[in-house]
């Protein structure tokens, strides 16, 4: 099967599956075989294409492409993805990029990273920011495995400890980040979501607690859809002022901030 031939093949397969972008899944796919970028794919059109089936496989079941391929992209990194830890999202780019715009003041910032999961805001604070002292807590001994992992890939260091949020929060730094669980309930939601682990989607009230709990400078929070608001309300009963309010960059109030 050439290229072309199987390009248009996934596309209709994955669209058949209801995969929302059946086009650029079907590219990504192809490029990752060939070990080529999807741009690079039209100049090899004619090629013949071997060992794209078990992959494809996995895409129509809805596995998430980042699963799929074993690698995703965020920031400056690319990060090894499976299901030990959420798939990093465009979105949480925007709580990286606050993080680092309060943490310019500080000389050498002390930075804690609630829920490290696969170590992407973690360990893009630490490329972003070297001289910051960077801690990562997850309560999930797979996740922080696959932290450690992109860690010793990328070369970067930065603490990994299995400890709960709002403990390790009260312990007292600069600054703390964290995209806290804030799915209500999976039913209704993208069949990709059935891959990710529960522990990390599903929950509510980690927000209020890493409010009330964490001794810091600074607080910067994702939230949920629809959920800036009340996070902010969290805040301010809290105690914290400067309260601020983004939106990522299809939107949408994501990000949460807060100062003593």
Do not use: C
Not at 181 to 194: H, I, K, N, T, W
Not at 215 to 231: H, M, T, Y
């Amino acid at each position: 099967m050439t290229v072309r031939e199987a390009l248009a093949e996934a596309e209709r397969r994955l669209a058949a599956a209801g995969v929302e972008t059946p086009r650029a899944d079907a590219e990504w796919l192809v490029a990752h075989v060939l070990e080529t970028t999807r741009s690079g794919l039209a100049a090899r059109a004619d090629d013949e294409v071997d060992g794209l089936e078990p992959l494809l496989r996995r895409r129509e079941a809805r596995e998430p492409l980042a699963y799929v391929l074993g690698e995703w992209g965020f920031r400056r990194l690319t990060l090894k993805t499976d299901a030990r830890a959420l798939v990093p999202r465009p979105e949480t780019e925007t709580l990286v990029e606050r993080a680092l715009a309060l943490a310019a003041e500080i000389e050498r910032p002390r930075i804690l990273d609630v829920g490290v999961g696969s170590g992407a805001i973690a360990l893009s604070l630490k490329d972003e920011r070297p001289e910051a002292e960077v801690v990562g807590v997850d309560l999930s001994a797979d996740a922080l495995a696959l932290a450690r992992e992109n860690a010793e890939r990328l070369g970067l260091e930065v603490e990994l400890r299995q400890r709960e949020g709002a403990e390790a929060a009260a312990e007292g730094w600069d600054l703390v980040v964290a995209n806290p669980p804030y799915v209500d309930g999976l039913a209704g939601l993208q069949p990709e979501l059935r891959w990710e682990p529960e522990i990390a989607l599903v929950g509510s009230g980690e927000h209020d607690r890493l409010a009330r709990a964490a001794d810091a400078r600074f607080l910067v929070l994702e939230a949920g859809d629809g959920q800036a608001s009340e996070v902010a309300a969290s805040l301010a009963a809290a105690g914290w002022v400067g309260i601020r309010i983004t939106r990522d960059l299809t939107g949408m109030e994501r990000v949460v901030e807060g100062t003593r």
